[in-house]
Every structure is written in C-alpha cells, then in structure tokens.
C-alpha cells in the first residue's frame, strides 16, 4: 500500500489545529456551502475555443496560487476521473494543451477490463474553493480524484481508490493523454518539439513561437511527474500511457497516489524551481487549504446563502485571474480575465480596483497587486519618458514592447489611467492598520498626482484633461495625429468609447510644453467632472497619509488644495437648471458645460468623492434615479437611458460597467441615502444575468435586461460585487 510522506509531528501538529480553528470558526468554512460557485465543466478539442466576443468557450477555469496552467471537469461520461485541459498561458494567450493530458482508466484486476465510472451508483463532480473533485462510488469500491495546487507552477493530482469490500480486490491506474498537435489558425506551426520519458515523468518542450497577436513561447516546457513507482511508455507521435502496478487492497483499505502537472515558460524558470519534493506536498496542500479557509472567514460577515456564495464566488474569479511573477511582471497580480483572449495583462486602474477588493480577504496580494504596477512608474532619468515622470503605463504584460527591448504588442504606454492609486491604498491600510505600504508608497503617490498638473493641465487653470503621452503614434511636436490622440485620451479616461469623446470640430488636441520648450505630452479640450472628482479625492487620501506619517503641514497643503478644487468642481461642472453634473468643452479662453452631449455615469463622481454641496446631491438623487435616466433595471448606465446616444450594449455609451456604478451607489449612500443604494445594489444582484448563479462575472450588463456583456470572468466586476456584498448585502 502506498502511503503519504509524515511530516513532523510537531508540523502536523500546528497543522491539524489551524485546519482546526478555520474549519469550526464560522460557517464560511463549511465546505458544501461553498461547492460549485464557477461552471468549470468542459472538455477543449482544440487550442482555442473561443466564442465571436473572444471568450474561451468553456465558462470558468480553476486556477490557484498565480499559476499560470488551470483545468476544468469533464462535461462528459468519457473523461470521468480525469480532470480536462490544462489550459496554458502562452506569456499573453491562454490556450489549451490538451483534451485531458492526464486521462484516467481504472482497471479490474479480476477481469483485466476496465470499470465504467459513468455506472457506478454514486457520481460526485464538484468544486470547492481550494480544489476540484470527483467522487464514484461502487458497491465494492470508491475511486475519487481530487486537484489542487501546491505552489504556484505545481497542481498535484491525486487518485484516491478504497476497496469496501471484506475481501482483497486488485485494480490497476492507467494514466494517458497527447497534447494537441497545432493551432488551429497556425496550421504549420507544431507545439510540442520533443517528448522526453524518464522513469516517473514525461516533460514536453515547447517549440518557440513569436505570433504577436496569437501565442508567444520562448522554451517553454510542461511536465507530468508521478510519485509512485510507474512503468511509461510512449503512444503516438507526442502521448504517453502510465500504469501503475497491480494494486492489492485488504478489505477496508485504501491507497493514494498522486501525479503533478506543472508549467514552465523557460528552462531558467524551471531550474529556479527545482525538483518537485513530495515530502513537502502534502504540507503545501494542507497549508494552502488552511489559506483558503482563512480568506473564508475574513470575507463572510453574514447575509444570505446566495449572497455569500456571491461574495465567495467573486473572491474566486480574483484568485483565479491571479498571476505569479514571470516575465516582465516582478510581482504577483491580478488580471482583468484568464478566459479573454486580450486580457492576460495587468492595467492600472484595474490594479487600484482589484487591490480595495483583495485587502477584504488577502492584504500581502492586495498590495503586491499595486507594486506590480508601481515597479513601472516612471521617472525622471526613463530613457523613453522622462517627461512622464510619476505616471504610470496603462498596461503591463509578460513581453514589454519593442521600445522597452521586448517583443510585445499588448503593453501600453500611449496614456494614464484616472488616478485612484491613493484610494487604493488608503483602503488597503484600513484593512491591515500597517503604515509600511504607506510608507513606500507616499513619494510615488505624490510623483503621480502631480504629473497631472504638469502634463495634463493645458491652461494651467488647476482642472486636469485626459490626453495621451509623448508618443510615435501620437505624431510629433507641432504635427499630433488627432485621431490617435483622441483614442489615447479616451484610453486614459477608462472609458474608450463614451460619447462625450466623439470626434467632431469642437474637440482639439492640445499639445503641452514645459518651460525650456520640451514637449510633455497633450491634452484634449475638455476638462472632465470624473478625473478632476478623482484628483479632490486624491488629495483627501494624501492629506489622510501625510498624517500616519506625521507629515502635518503637508497634509494641511493637501487639504486646502482640495478645498479650492472643491469649490471649483461646485461651481463650474455643475448645471442648475438640469441638476447634473457635466465635463467642460475649452474653445481657447471659453468653455462651455457639455449639456448637448448629454448627461453621462461621470456626473456621479462628484458624490463619490464628497465635493458636491449637500443641496446638489440632493437634487441628483431627486431627479435622476428613475428608469428613464440613471435608475435602470441594473442601474448607473454608463450613458444615462434618456440621452440621445444611450446604446445599451455597446461598451461605454450604455451598458453598466460595476465600478462606475459602485462610485454611484457609494456616492448616493454618502450623502445620507444608504437605504436607496442598498435597493439599487440589491436589485442590481438580483437581476444582473448570472450574478447569483455559477455563471460567469461578466465585464459589464444590459442595463435595461441585465444581460452579461463582452468579457467572461472580469475581475473589476468581481471586485465591485465583493464589495456591494460587504457594504450593503452582509447582513441578514
């Protein structure tokens, strides 16, 4: 019989009492509350399967640790006991290896046949936050497959087999599986460049692929390791098949053996690794289960059963879009979805998002999550931007692009993101009460809020424009590519395509200089409610941080810089007449409030930030939450429905986008309307299409049916909905 490796007894002892403590703390530990809070059943049948909006086909994909290989369970009686995929990321492209790389038979020793798992009488396919099982159940046997993951390039397989019989029975474990050939876009490109056998182990090496837009591997490679005594023989041009010995079991006994999967993007990542030590899996496993129960218990405050298995389930889609340090990125971080095909990268605003959510359950990710992005900051001695110094690049990828010495097409450094870093991490510390992030983040914080008085106040009025870097696309000094700018500058809002950013006459593109004549970047003619709401909240975050860090006058300087911005916001972004708040169209010493472009989810901001008068808010609420505006079936469109551009389904002039409306509902809370925000977020669960159920959190929704929109598995969209559930849905 195969036993598992013993720790110490003093490690298992600490072990069994945390396993203790987190599985009797509180009922967000109770395992089966928790099971299948994602769809991961599917079975791929070629690299990629992706619908028209370019998602993966199959709904979820369970990864854990930031690894950078995930899997599903099988949707069909052919694959029971195995575990389909993996699914691998390309450096920016997540593609599937394999049907099922590891595909399990179970073999009578009796018979010499093997056993129908889709017959036996008890069949148990599931998921639970730190693993997938399966589970069948005979009259004289019980087979159960388990998977979870031991560290961040490992996923331990085990194969679990009780004779529950009173007499001796003998099976055998029969393990094969081939990766698939080619792409189907790249017919002539094969994957797999060899295929090494060793005595436990098959290792596939990866043939190196440059397709920008398609798939990126250097030498790369996947390993399939077993712990146990097998006998591996090849099958086909790149499969294998691994049996086990003959496995003789006493009535009432049981044997384990178990098999890693683990992925590598180059042969340094894997020497850096080092060999698999099965002494320490068990302690890893037991370890990174005791972690999730830990997240368990610092999420759950309460509410009902579906609203905190949302706030699970939100949690989850987080951590599986979580990535470990490898190539550019030097800190672990969470991506926008795994199962997008774009978005295998870590953008900034996304970060600032993502990192509030984390710090309710994971403060060291949550914080890692905002250094990866702050390992980019710029400064002055860049030698491609020194001008930017204290901004940050919009996304950062496995492959920086050709400027940085890289190959990438996907990082961008042509603008910002609205600055909400300081939020973040003013968030973050009310969770951990630890002033060391502060600390080494304050000067970076200070660098950034200034670049945008320095590059993105055309006027020098103290009202900040989105605009676009200094860039090849962007044209030169004296000759800008309008169009490019203008894209940029939408860009840098968050908000690409939203009306108020249409092309026409009146938007110019305004090229900014320093003093010495050197061109710092541009500007579009328009002062915007949201960025300049963001930058008085800022300044509010800044002034909070200046105090931890006894940094009195400072923080006096910050207050009273954001008592003028205020009053400035009061006074010039809001319309009387119409009760809304608007950007502002420049026309050189003139502007105009953008009334005829109509009211958009931006007007919001002022409440969220706390720099609307009392009387203002008021009115907003009054006028604007009915049906026919900003009150729709899921409320806060981006767009509100009476605008004569309002298109609900066309990314940023219709559909709810989580965080905006999260900005909406906090701001309509903060100015003494708690309970109507609860209705609104309450409602928004409710009838947001797949929210309470295991679908997928999807990028934005419908506002008028609640359809999921665009991406699968939005992580932006999970953070806000982990956070409506601690605000307004944790109570019973």
């Given at each position: 019989m195969t036993r598992l490796p013993a720790l110490s007894a003093l490690r298992l002892l600490l072990l069994s009492l945390s396993l203790l403590y987190s599985l009797c703390s509180v009922s967000a530990a109770q395992a089966s509350e928790y099971r299948d809070l994602l769809n991961y059943r599917g079975t791929p049948s070629t690299m990629e399967q992706r619908d028209q909006q370019g998602n993966l086909t199959i709904p979820a994909v369970y990864m854990d640790l930031g690894a950078w290989h995930g899997f599903h369970l099988p949707d069909t009686p052919t694959y029971y006991g195995s575990f389909t995929g993996p699914l691998f990321i390309a450096q920016e492209y997540s593609l599937h290896l394999s049907d099922s790389l590891q595909k399990l038979q179970l073999i009578s020793g009796e018979t010499g046949q093997g056993v129908?798992?889709?017959?036996?009488?008890?069949?148990?396919?599931?998921?639970?936050?730190?693993?997938?099982?399966?589970?069948?159940?005979?009259?004289?046997?019980?087979?159960?497959?388990?998977?979870?993951?031991?560290?961040?390039?490992?996923?331990?397989?085990?194969?679990?087999?009780?004779?529950?019989?009173?007499?001796?029975?003998?099976?055998?474990?029969?393990?094969?599986?081939?990766?698939?050939?080619?792409h189907p876009k790249l017919a002539q490109?094969?994957?797999?460049?060899?295929?090494?056998?060793?005595?436990?182990?098959?290792?596939?090496?990866?043939?190196?692929?440059?397709?920008?837009?398609?798939?990126?591997?250097?030498?790369?490679?996947?390993?399939?390791?077993?712990?146990?005594?097998?006998?591996?023989?090849?099958?086909?041009?790149?499969?294998?098949?691994?049996?086990?010995?003959?496995?003789?079991?006493?009535?009432?006994?049981?044997?384990?053996?178990?098999?890693?999967?683990?992925?590598?993007?180059?042969?340094?990542?894997?020497?850096?690794?080092?060999?698999?030590?099965?002494?320490?899996?068990?302690?890893?496993?037991?370890?990174?289960?005791?972690?999730?129960?830990?997240?368990?218990?610092?999420?759950?405050?309460?509410?009902?059963?579906?609203?905190?298995?949302?706030?699970?389930?939100?949690?989850?889609?987080?951590?599986?879009?979580?990535?470990?340090?490898?190539?550019?990125?030097?800190?672990?971080?969470?991506?926008?979805?795994?199962?997008?095909?774009?978005?295998?990268?870590?953008?900034?605003?996304?970060?600032?998002?993502?990192?509030?959510?984390?710090?309710?359950?994971?403060?060291?990710?949550?914080?890692?999550?905002?250094?990866?992005?702050?390992?980019y900051q710029f400064d002055a001695k860049d030698p491609l931007r020194p001008e930017d110094a204290g901004n940050l690049p919009d996304a950062i990828f496995y492959n920086p692009d050709a400027s940085r010495g890289g190959k990438g097409g996907n990082w961008n450094e042509r603008n910002g993101k609205p600055p909400l870093a300081a939020w973040a991490v003013w968030q973050i510390y009310q969770q951990s009460q630890d002033k060391a992030l502060i600390t080494r983040l304050y000067p970076k914080l200070v660098a950034y809020h200034e670049w945008w008085y320095r590059n993105r106040d055309h006027n020098h009025n103290g009202l900040a424009e989105y605009g676009a870097n200094r860039h090849p696309r962007h044209g030169e000094p004296g000759k800008p590519d309008r169009e490019a700018v203008i894209e940029a500058a939408a860009w840098e809002s968050g908000m690409d395509n939203a009306p108020r950013f249409d092309m026409n006459d009146q938007l110019q593109v305004l090229e900014n200089y320093d003093a010495k004549g050197r061109l710092l970047g541009y500007s579009i003619s328009q002062e915007s409610v949201d960025l300049n709401s963001y930058l008085y909240a800022e300044k509010g975050y800044l002034a909070q941080m200046a105090e931890v860090l006894g940094l009195g006058s400072e923080a006096a300087v910050w207050r009273e810089q954001a008592a003028r911005l205020?009053?400035?916001?009061?006074?010039?972004?809001?319309?009387?007449?119409?009760?809304?708040?608007?950007?502002?169209?420049?026309?050189?010493?003139?502007?105009?409030?953008?009334?005829?472009?109509?009211?958009?989810?931006?007007?919001?901001?002022?409440?969220?930030?706390?720099?609307?008068?009392?009387?203002?808010?008021?009115?907003?609420?009054?006028?604007?939450?009915?049906?026919?505006?900003?009150?729709?079936?899921?409320?806060?469109?981006?767009?509100?429905?009476?605008?004569?551009?309002?298109?609900?389904?066309?990314?940023?002039?219709?559909?709810?986008?989580?965080?905006?409306?999260?900005?909406?509902?906090?701001?309509?809370?903060?100015?003494?309307?708690?309970?109507?925000?609860?209705r609104f977020a309450t409602r928004l669960v409710n009838e947001a299409e797949g929210v309470l159920g295991d679908g997928p959190i999807r990028e934005n929704y419908d506002p008028l049916t609640g359809d999921g929109l665009h991406c699968t598995n939005f992580s932006w969209s999970a953070s806000v909905l982990l956070l409506i559930y601690r605000s307004w849905l944790s109570t019973d």
């Open positions: 129908d798992l889709a017959k036996a009488e008890r069949v148990e396919i599931y998921s639970e936050p730190w693993g997938l099982m399966q589970r069948f159940g005979f009259d004289e046997l019980e087979l159960e497959t388990s998977l979870a993951y031991s560290d961040k390039r490992t996923a331990i397989i085990s194969t679990k087999l009780t004779n529950l019989s009173d007499t001796p029975r003998a099976w055998r474990l029969s393990w094969s599986g081939s990766p698939f050939a080619t490109y094969r994957l797999i460049d060899k295929r090494l056998l060793s005595e436990r182990a098959v290792t596939w090496q990866f043939t190196p692929i440059d397709q920008t837009w398609q798939m990126q591997l250097d030498d790369a490679s996947y390993r399939l390791q077993f712990e146990q005594a097998i006998t591996i023989s090849t099958q086909g041009s790149q499969g294998y098949r691994a049996d086990s010995q003959m496995l003789t079991l006493a009535g009432g006994e049981t044997v384990t053996l178990r098999a890693a999967q683990r992925y590598f993007h180059t042969q340094a990542e894997a020497k850096r690794a080092g060999e698999l030590d099965w002494a320490r899996v068990t302690e890893q496993l037991a370890v990174n289960q005791v972690r999730w129960h830990n997240r368990l218990d610092n999420l759950i405050r309460g509410g009902g059963l579906k609203t905190r298995r949302l706030a699970a389930k939100s949690m989850m889609t987080l951590l599986h879009n979580w990535r470990s340090p490898a190539g550019a990125l030097l800190h672990d971080a969470v991506t926008p979805s795994v199962t997008y095909k774009w978005f295998n990268g870590v953008w900034a605003w996304d970060s600032w998002k993502q990192a509030v959510a984390l710090a309710q359950f994971d403060v060291a990710l949550a914080e890692s999550n905002l250094l990866a992005m702050f390992d205020g009053e400035r916001i009061r006074s010039e972004f809001f319309d009387a007449q119409s009760g809304f708040f608007y950007d502002k169209r420049l026309d050189g010493e003139n502007s105009r409030l953008m009334l005829a472009e109509g009211k958009g989810v931006e007007g919001w901001l002022p409440l969220w930030a706390g720099a609307a008068k009392k009387a203002q808010a008021e009115r907003m609420i009054a006028r604007h939450l009915g049906p026919e505006s900003f009150g729709t079936l899921i409320p806060f469109p981006t767009v509100s429905a009476d605008n004569p551009a309002f298109a609900p389904r066309r990314y940023w002039r219709g559909p709810v986008w989580l965080d905006q409306a999260l900005f909406g509902l906090q701001g309509v809370s903060r100015y003494g309307h708690d309970e109507l925000a609860r």
